[in-house]
């Protein structure tokens, strides 16, 4: 595979990293969940797991795809070929495209709420009517079908455009430019009357909120939000280079995924309770309460109404193009390594499958809201399956393939570039350790646990 692309420094390999990273998780999961879970004290549960327990998983996938510089499926069949890993491949051909298609409708909703907010709808005026456009507008058919189409659309050309003049170049600006946004949007949300409230909800530390499902909540927060468990890292790291450092740009990933997160938590709940209004998740968060707050808090009138929201929902769209290439290019790098279909092909093919799951998720919120999974709607189905089940499987099987499979030598060898990287030499054993015992052994029960729940 000797025309294979890789990116350009070790700042496009974080950039993109972070790309996958940062995403809807950090913007409407985060900060809710900490709040939820005890402030500072979950924070601070989050940052051990995403240390222990996450970076050693994020590293398993770094040392499978840069070893091989093959697809998911590829580099397990070179690594243990003719075993049964090769599962593990397909499980991560599968789980990408589910995550895409459900992801893919609430990216689509991002540009349908940044297209009103560019056509002025969210104006003080308006604020009360605000909260009830999301349930009209989400349970319709048509427009977030068409919304879905560009959402996938934008992921589809910048995948087919390479990865280097896609991912990489997508990557290296989005990222600095969300930084600057995030900041802004906090500095604003920061100023509203009230907002002190919010920040306590954000930095008090309530320990006896730390119960076992916190860790787990913890934990699951920080494999979504880092994208570990389906090929996402893995097919990244695949385009790393031989001289790069993998432990140095996996910790710079988890760093600014933290970050970013916690910038977003002082983005969105101050301005949560300087409106008074109590703390949900999810969508509803996004696209019904804070619309609703920057409509109304706009003390500036139409103009800084229109300014903000503007700004939050392209935000929110590019964190969440920047994440959904991703997931689009493990498909797609399988198709053109495995099966020899152009690149042009592999993405139409992906966007296809991608598109009529979609379709099927968008439309579980209006007309197929009666049709349930096992109780749930489409896309409540999907993302449970695959954030409760498939990612969580995936990341015990990668540490348990780099633990127990691989050989050391080999784990060793990627980890400190044959010996040549110093600092990760003398860390390696305590490396290893987490990804041999430590990770396993930790997800095991708390999957087990989930299991039988
Ligand atoms: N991490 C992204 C977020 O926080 C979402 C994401 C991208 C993802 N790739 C993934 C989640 C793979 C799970 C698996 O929004």
């Given amino acids: 595979m000797t025309n294979r692309e890789h990116f350009g420094s070790r700042a496009a390999v974080i950039m993109a990293m972070a790309g996958s990273a940062i995403g809807l998780g950090n913007i409407w999961r985060f900060p809710f969940i900490v709040g939820e879970y005890g402030g500072a004290a979950f924070i601070l549960i989050y940052i051990l797991c995403s240390f222990l327990l996450s970076l050693p998983i994020l590293l398993s996938e770094s040392i499978i795809g840069r070893r091989t510089h093959q697809n998911t499926f590829g580099a397990m069949n070179t690594l243990a070929p003719g075993t049964k ?176 997160a916690i910038l977003a938590g002082f983005a969105v709940m101050p301005a949560v309770f300087a409106a008074g209004i109590a703390p949900t998740s999810g969508p509803g968060l996004v696209f019904e309460t804070l619309p609703f707050i920057f409509a109304k808090m706009g003390s500036g009138g ?23 290439i991703s997931m689009m290019e493990v498909g797609v790098a399988y198709l053109v390594e495995e099966k020899g279909v152009t690149r042009g092909k592999a993405t139409l093919g992906i966007f296809a499958i991608t598109f009529c799951l979609g379709i099927l998720c968008s439309l579980s919120f209006g007309v197929l809201s009666d049709f349930k999974l096992l109780g749930n709607t489409i896309f409540n189905f999907c993302d449970k399956l695959c954030s409760n089940f498939l990612m969580t499987l995936g990341a015990l099987l990668f540490s348990i393939f780099v633990g127990w499979k691989m050989d050391k030598a080999a784990v060793r060898e990627e980890l400190t570039n044959g010996g040549s990287i110093r600092f990760n030499s003398k860390i390696f054993p305590v490396v290893y350790f987490l990804i041999k015992y430590v990770a396993p052994v930790t997800i095991g029960v708390i999957f087990i646990s989930g299991l039988l729940a």
């Fill in 302 to 324: 139409i103009f800084i109404s229109s300014a903000i929201s503007i700004i939050f929902f392209f935000t929110i769209l590019v964190a969440a193009l920047s994440s959904s």
């Fill in 85 to 260: 890993w090769k599962w593990l491949g397909l499980l991560t051909m599968v789980s990408p495209i589910i995550i895409l298609s459900y992801y893919s409708v609430v990216g689509g909703w991002s540009f349908a709420y940044l297209c009103k907010a560019v056509s002025l709808q969210f104006r003080p005026e308006n604020a009360e009517t605000v909260t009830g456009m999301f349930g009209t507008f989400s349970s319709s058919t048509w427009g977030p079908l068409a919304c879905l189409t560009v959402f996938l659309g934008l992921t589809a050309l910048i995948i087919f455009s390479g990865v280097k003049k896609g991912i990489e170049k997508f990557s290296k600006i989005s990222i600095p430019v969300l930084f600057v946004l995030i900041v802004a949007i906090a500095v604003y949300s920061l100023t509203l009357p009230g907002s002190s409230e919010g920040v306590r909800y954000l930095v008090k530390p309530d320990f006896s909120k730390l119960t076992a499902d916190a860790f787990s909540a913890a934990l699951g927060q920080s494999f979504f939000s880092l994208s570990l468990g389906v090929g996402t890292m893995l097919i990244y790291s695949s385009y790393v280079n031989k001289h790069e450092n993998l432990v140095a740009s996996g910790a710079g990933t988890a760093f600014f995924d933290m970050l970013f």
